[in-house]
């Protein structure tokens, strides 16, 4: 199935094959064939030819794509973070190789996705390095561009973006061509792509564990145990599936801040709202009866 359908599946109210989450993290990792430099022959002395290298590109899905050519896509600014990591013979981290080894914080990106007709799909995506990973890593942009070996289909039909299909050994491999710009001049590393996958990818800005988007308690109090002005009443603080801790449920009642900025409740004697809190803590099968009668013990 070619563009013209697969435009037609991104825009249909019918869509019956499963939706991604809104980040993907896209993994490939290959063996490195070569290096050249600008076109020029490989030069095998920089990296051992038994080395590997891993890339790792975080995509918001929720970000369109047009058509701009014949079976062609694109999308502007879909790249959330990417990095690129390379290892020796032996799988360990070549550190002082000049590649962007940190996450990097694309400053602008272009993916394009050509499911062509009688040649060999490909996967393109360049991104523009920010001021600061430019400087130091002494790259201005990365090109990844992944296509079939044997030009073997390269995207999964009928999807809602355009998913790659995974691959691990003995799979056929891909060819990834990764090219690292400083000016009009590049270092082109040649890749063997025996591994690719997805992997959905969640914020959690309060790390409670629920997502935000599910998450009703955006900035929880997340202490170990319970805290009233007492002390600790020895209950672990529970975190529910709403993303709301024990305590920020007690806060909905009252709450002060201290003045280091710490949040401690001041209570004289538990009000019905927080004895109700218990109450409803308990029912909910979030905390037992022993943890119930030492959170009122605690107040």
């Known amino acids: 199935m070619k563009w013209v359908a697969y435009v037609a599946v991104v825009f249909s109210l019918s869509v019956t094959s ?40 975080v995509f918001d899905t929720s970000v369109a794509f047009s058509t701009v050519g014949v079976n062609t896509i694109r999308s502007s600014n879909n790249l959330v973070t990417a990095d690129v990591v390379m290892f020796d013979g032996q799988g360990n981290e070549i550190t002082s190789y000049p590649l962007p080894t940190p996450v990097l914080m694309p400053q602008q990106s272009e993916t394009t996705a050509y499911d062509t007709v009688g040649s060999c799909d490909e996967f393109d995506v360049i991104w523009t390095l920010n001021a600061v990973d430019a400087a130091n890593v002494g790259y201005e942009q990365v090109n990844f561009y992944l296509t079939p070996i ?29 090219r690292l710009y400083s000016g009009s001049d590049y270092e082109q590393v040649n890749i063997i792509v025996n591994e690719l996958r997805y992997s959905d990818v969640t914020d959690d800005d309060d790390a ?76 909910d099968g979030l905390i037992d009866y022993t943890e119930l009668r030492l959170l009122r013990n605690a107040m």
Not at 157 to 165: A, K, N, Q, R, S
Not at 255 to 269: H, I, K, L, N
């Open 208 to 283: 409670d564990g629920v997502a935000n988007e599910q998450d009703l308690c955006p900035d929880s109090l997340l202490a170990d145990y319970v805290m009233f002005d007492s002390g600790s009443s020895g209950v672990p603080n529970y975190v529910d599936e709403d993303g709301c801790s024990i305590m920020d449920h007690y806060a909905n009642c009252e709450a002060t801040t201290s003045s280091s900025g710490t949040r401690w409740f001041s209570y004289s004697g538990p009000s019905q709202c927080e004895i109700q809190v218990g109450y409803q803590l308990y029912r």
């Open 18 to 57: 499963p939706a991604f989450a809104q980040k993907v993290m896209l993994e490939a990792r290959g063996v490195v064939q070569g290096i050249s430099f600008s076109g020029q022959p490989p030069e095998e002395s920089l990296v051992p030819y038994d080395g590997e290298v891993l890339v790792r590109m």
């Open 150 to 178: 044997g030009c073997e289909n390269l995207f999964v039909p009928e999807t809602e973006w355009p998913m790659i299909y995974e691959i691990s050994p003995p799979s056929v491999p891909y060819y990834l061509r990764l």
